[in-house]
């Protein structure tokens, strides 16, 4: 049973920092990419920034230049450093794993259970 267990969250003034951090734990063979979702109140949950196994990553527009995802393979953990916050980014950020459980299997992908950021004066 393969879990993602997020920490990092809580609350935090505009403009400044917090850091996440998540780490899949279990049976586990291999992990692909690896990211952070949010969802605000009300509205979709989108991709924030995701990590392939080879360190490519991508962002959303909107945290580009404040956000910075990093991966350690060796623990399975993936951490994203969250800088210049502003009160649109409050939100439940979720941890997300695709990875295979056995090498036959197909690749599918975890969910952590969230963790709370909200950015407000």
């Known amino acids: 049973q393969v879990q993602l267990v997020e920490s990092g969250g809580g609350l935090v003034q505009p403009g400044g920092s917090l850091r996440l951090s998540c780490g899949a734990s279990g049976i586990i063979f291999s992990i692909n990419a690896m990211g952070w979702y949010r969802q605000a109140p009300g509205k979709d949950r989108e991709l924030v920034a995701r990590i392939t196994s080879i360190g490519r990553a991508n962002y959303l527009d909107s945290v580009k230049g404040r956000f910075t995802i990093s991966r350690d393979n060796a623990n399975n953990t993936v951490t994203l450093q969250m800088n210049s916050l502003k009160p649109e980014d409050t939100a439940v950020y979720y941890c997300?794993?695709?990875?295979?459980?056995?090498?036959?299997?197909?690749?599918?992908?975890?969910w952590g259970k969230g963790t709370l950021v909200t950015v407000s004066s």
């Open positions: 997300n794993a695709n990875l295979k459980v056995r090498s036959w299997n197909i690749a599918m992908d975890y």
